[in-house]
């Protein structure tokens, strides 16, 4: 396995990590439209959020390269 194919999948394990994270948070399982308004709601949870899916993207780049 390449060197970037393991960045990339180690990418993508984080990113999932941080996302269900701050999901579970606003207990999602249960009401997952609430727990996504709140999260973005709030600047932590959404930064968190945003993070994840900037982390998922640069997944996506390494393993595409």
């Known amino acids: 396995m390449k060197p970037l194919s ?23 399982l249960t009401d997952p439209a609430f727990a996504l308004t709140r999260m973005l709601a709030t600047a932590f949870w959404g930064g968190i959020i945003l993070a994840s899916l ?10 595409s390269a």
């Open 6 to 28: 393991k960045a990339g999948w180690l990418s993508a394990g984080v990113a999932a990590g941080l996302f269900l994270i701050a999901f579970a948070h606003y207990n999602g």
């Open 54 to 63: 900037f982390i998922a993207l640069m997944a996506v780049l390494f393993l």
